[in-house]
C-alpha cells in the first residue's frame, strides 16, 4: 500500500498537476498528503484512475506529527491556521467529492 504522495512523486506529478487532472485544487491534495483530510469515496475512485491502482491500493490513513502529536507535518499549517478565504473552497472541494 502506498501514499498519494508517494504516488504522485513515484508518477513525476507536482500536487498542482494532480489537482488539475482530478477536478480540485492544489491544497486539497496537500491536505490529503498531510492528512489532514481524507479524500471522499469520488476522489478516491479518481486517485486510482490517475495512479493505474485499485483504490484499497491507496493509504489514506490520517498521519500524526511525532513532535507536536497534530496531524499532518511539522513544517505544515495547522488546519484551523487557513485562511477563511482558503477554507471556503476547501468547504466546497469537499461537497464535489461527496
Excluded: N
Aim: hydrophobic share 25%; with cysteine.
Amino acid at each position: 500500500m502506498k501514499t498519494i504522495r508517494e504516488l504522485r512523486l513515484e508518477r513525476q506529478l507536482s500536487q498542482e498537476k494532480l489537482a488539475r487532472l482530478l477536478g480540485t485544487h492544489q491544497t486539497t491534495v496537500s491536505f490529503w498528503e498531510c492528512g489532514y483530510h481524507r479524500p471522499q469515496d469520488l476522489s478516491l475512485y479518481r486517485l486510482a484512475q490517475v495512479f493505474g491502482v485499485r483504490m484499497d491500493e491507496i493509504d489514506t490513513r490520517r498521519r500524526v506529527d511525532r513532535e507536536s502529536g497534530t496531524p499532518g507535518l511539522s513544517d505544515q499549517r495547522a488546519p484551523d491556521s487557513v485562511p477563511q478565504s482558503q477554507q471556503s473552497r476547501e468547504d466546497s472541494d469537499h461537497d464535489l467529492d461527496s
